[in-house]
């Protein structure tokens, strides 16, 4: 069984940054994909980002791409992602995801493990 914890959302202004971070307990991230998800207000959860925690490949949403990174910390078993210059569309519930598969997918019925979700607000 693998917990994740979501960190790092806030309240920023349209153009600037924030760091999230998920960290894993229970087991390693190793062989698994881990990506991160989004829901705002009255959407369906939509697929944003995920890495293979092996190879390093990763994945990216049409809508972040050049702007979101995701990254992986081995030492520290944590996932980051990376967001700059952010705009009031980004604005949702963020949530950390994880597959007991290093495939990568973009649905979210593709994964396994979630977190709580935290909260990213960017005004205009």
């Known amino acids: 069984q693998v917990q994740l914890v979501e960190s790092g959302g806030g309240l920023v202004q349209a153009g600037g940054s924030l760091r999230l971070s998920c960290a894993a307990s229970?087991?390693?991230?190793?062989?698994?994909?881990v990506g991160w998800f989004r829901q705002a207000p009255g959407k369906e959860r939509e697929f944003v980002t995920t890495?293979?925690?092996?190879?390093?490949?990763?994945y990216y949403a049409d809508s972040v791409k050049g702007r979101f990174t995701i990254s992986r910390d081995n030492a520290k078993n944590t996932v980051a992602l990376q967001m700059n210059s952010l705009k009031p569309e980004d604005t949702a519930v963020y949530y950390c995801?994880?597959?007991?598969?290093?495939?990568?997918?973009?649905?979210?019925?593709?994964?396994?493990?979630w977190g709580q979700g935290t909260q990213v607000t960017v005004s205009s």
């Open positions: 229970g087991r390693t991230f190793r062989n698994y994909a």
């Open positions: 890495i293979n925690w092996s190879s390093g490949n990763t």
């Open positions: 995801a994880a597959r007991d598969n290093s495939f990568l997918v973009t649905t979210w019925s593709g994964y396994d493990y």
